[in-house]
Every structure is written in structure tokens, then in C-alpha cells.
């Protein structure tokens, strides 16, 4: 079965701190892509970054960084610098190939940037 | 701009009323999703449509349904057969392929009253 487990259910960090929000993922395909949304109090899931099973170069864009491990089948997002504005819910995502469209979405990490 | 749309942004139902959330998206994407959110909570999955005229039922499609005429349409029915309709519901769409990345609309809080 497809699983994406998010552990940290809360995270409250002082602005300035850098925070990693955990992802372990499970599935028996060897193709797969993994995402990360931030959804703000506004709702909407905004997109931040896709990965291909075969791709574990690690990636950064401005402050956020992406560490992925697939010997630990880990996706691990990281928040350098934390800014108020990053406050969000935070959800990883695995999507299976050649089996629908279908993404299985983890619980989500809720992330609070104390001033 | 190309997007996806829900509208309306809330919803107030009384109990027993069959209600209609509106998704529409105008990035020529082939499949469409819908999702429940309740609060705290992460994202159930209750219908989806790869092709128009075409859809299959989620993890929770009990008490909704959903149609497909269109490739920019995807409306949700939210049914009185739904006992515990109130949450937040999300539309979706992704690119082609198998790639493709999921983008989604603002959402609609459904309250029943």
C-alpha cells in the first residue's frame, strides 16, 4: 500500500530559526514522483516542489531546501531563516505512476512562526 | 490568467438540501479531483475524472457525486445523503502526463445548518 507519513503534527519555531518538516513515504514502485504544498490560512494548496524517484539531488530555492533520501524513503523539506509568513500547513504527497491520477497526501505538518 | 476556480467561496445548506459546489479550471488539464478537508485534518479523496464523460469514485464518494461534460467542468454534488457534510472541499486539476503536478482552487466551506 501507498502511505506518506508527515510525523510532526505541530511545529512552533521563533522567526529566524530554521525548521525540517519530515516526510517517510512507503511504496513498492520504483517509480514515483514526491511534492510538497503549503496550504496558508487562506486554504488553497500552493505547489512548492516536485521530485522524481530517480532524482535525489537535493534542491534549493531561496530559503526552502529539499533533502531526499531514498534509501530511508524520506522526503525531508527544511525552512532556512523562518519568517512569519511561512505560518502554514505544510502536506507531502507521493504519486504513483502508470495507476491513475491518484495522489496519496499525507496528514500534514502545521508549522507556526512566532514573532 | 489561467487557474482553477471554485466558487461559491462559502456555502450555507440546510439540512436535507442537495448542493452544488462549482469547479472550474482553464488550464487545459485532462484530470480533475475532488477533496473533503476537515478541520485539522488532511485531504480525502472523493472523486476524480481523467477524461470527460469519465469518473471514478475516491475513498469517500458515499453521498456526492459528480459529472464531466466538459474538460473545464468538474461540479461536485454534495447529496442529503451526506450525514456529516460540513468541511472544506478542494478542487484540483494536473498537467498531462506522468509528471504531472497537481494545482488547486481557493476551496468552498460547506456549512449545514
Known amino acids: 500500500a501507498q502511505k506518506v507519513t508527515q510525523a510532526q503534527t505541530e511545529i512552533s519555531v521563533v522567526e529566524k530559526e530554521d525548521v525540517t518538516l519530515d516526510c517517510v513515504y512507503e511504496?513498492?514502485?520504483?517509480?514515483?514522483?514526491l511534492f510538497w504544498y503549503k496550504q496558508p490560512p487562506s486554504g488553497e494548496l500552493v505547489f512548492l516542489i516536485r521530485?522524481?524517484?530517480?532524482?535525489?539531488q537535493n534542491e534549493i530555492s531561496g530559503r526552502y531546501s529539499w533533502n531526499f533520501q531514498k534509501s530511508t524513503s524520506s522526503f525531508n523539506f527544511t525552512i532556512t531563516a523562518s519568517q512569519v509568513v511561512d505560518s502554514a500547513v505544510y502536506f507531502c504527497?507521493?504519486?504513483?505512476?502508470?495507476?491513475?491520477?491518484?495522489?496519496?497526501f499525507g496528514p500534514g505538518t502545521r508549522l507556526s512562526v512566532l514573532p | 490568467d489561467g487557474g482553477i476556480t471554485q466558487s461559491p467561496k462559502y456555502l450555507f445548506r440546510k439540512e436535507g438540501q442537495n448542493v452544488t459546489l462549482s469547479c472550474e479550471q482553464n488550464?487545459?488539464?485532462?484530470?480533475m479531483y475532488w477533496y473533503r478537508q476537515d478541520p485539522g485534518q488532511g485531504l480525502r479523496l472523493i472523486y476524480y475524472?481523467?477524461?470527460?464523460?469519465?469518473?471514478q469514485k475516491g475513498d469517500i464518494a458515499e453521498g456526492y457525486s459528480v459529472s464531466r461534460e466538459k474538460k473545464e467542468s468538474f461540479p461536485l454534488t454534495v447529496t442529503s445523503a451526506q450525514k456529516n457534510p460540513t468541511a472544506f472541499y478542494l478542487c484540483?486539476?494536473?498537467?498531462?502526463?506522468?509528471?504531472?503536478?497537481?494545482?488547486f482552487g481557493p476551496g468552498t466551506r460547506l456549512t449545514v445548518l
Open positions: 511504496t513498492r514502485d520504483t517509480t514515483y514522483y
Open positions: 488550464l487545459n488539464h485532462d484530470a
Open positions: 475524472s481523467q477524461i470527460v464523460n469519465d469518473f
Open positions: 504527497a507521493l504519486r504513483r505512476i502508470n495507476y491513475g491520477q491518484n495522489f496519496v
Open positions: 521530485r522524481n524517484s530517480f532524482d535525489e
Open positions: 484540483a486539476s494536473t498537467t498531462s502526463g506522468d509528471s504531472g503536478t497537481q494545482y
